[in-house]
T-cell receptor, first 117, second 113 residues
């Protein structure tokens, strides 16, 4: 049973380019969460999605960042016109149950490390 | 607003020592608390999850306790090994369990052979 799969593992972009990060949740999981880890900081929640729905995007910057989880295919975190401050590790997590029920356990992927030159 | 603090930020111990990692949180109203391990350049591996109604959880050489009234959780590692070297992260999940975990900045552990 494959875990949470993220790609690419490493991505280098120049300022002003676009970054697309993909996440496939664990088999049977329909809830996806994106977190960002800035250098020397803790992980911070960005967005919570279910299939075709954004449930909570309160942690995501209002500009340049967007996320989707289509009916078919992986969840995508998109960062437009990247700046140096976007350099970070972006982690995806999934869970099998709706928020607020079950154990609340999250299963994380290996992360995508974005470097903006 | 929930804040999570982990002390110490870094710890170096000889192999075989028993050790305790500390996690403090400011709001005692939590849905659960989860301890993770993160190896350099890697993702997070879940170690132990403690529900708000539980006092502790054990897995092998690891034991995690939760004291909501004092806003503290500890991760106890028995008979440490070099393979335990990693960063250990504590994360509190606020009610009603929306998965918006609040993470500490972690304790970087190095176990010397």
């Amino acid at each position: 049973n494959a875990g949470v799969m993220q790609n690419p593992r490493h991505l280098v972009r120049r300022r002003g380019q676009e970054a697309r990060l993909r996440c496939s949740p664990m088999k049977g999981h329909s809830h996806v969460y994106w977190y960002r880890q800035l250098p020397e900081e803790g992980l911070k929640f960005m967005v919570y999605l279910q299939k075709e729905n954004i449930i909570d995007e309160s942690g995501m910057p209002k500009e340049r960042f967007s996320a989707e989880f289509p009916k078919e295919g992986p969840s995508i975190l998109r960062i437009q016109q990247v700046v140096r401050g976007d350099s970070a590790a972006y982690f995806c997590a999934s869970s099998p149950q709706v928020a607020g029920s079950g154990t609340g356990e999250l299963f994380f992927g290996e992360g995508s490390r974005l470097t903006v030159l | 607003k929930q804040e999570v603090t982990q002390i110490p930020a870094a710890l170096s111990v000889p192999e075989g020592e028993n050790l305790v990692l500390n996690c403090s949180f400011t709001d005692s109203a939590i849905y659960n608390l989860q301890w993770f391990r993160q190896d350099p350049g890697k993702g997070l591996t879940s170690l132990l999850l403690i529900q708000s109604s539980q006092r502790e959880q054990t897995s092998g050489r690891l034991n995690a306790s939760l004291d909501k009234s004092s806003g503290r959780s500890t991760l106890y590692i028995a008979a440490s090994q070099p393979g335990d070297s990693a960063t250990y992260l504590c994360a509190a999940n606020p009610p009603p369990g929306t998965y918006k975990y609040i993470f500490g900045t972690g304790t970087r552990l190095k176990v010397l052979a």
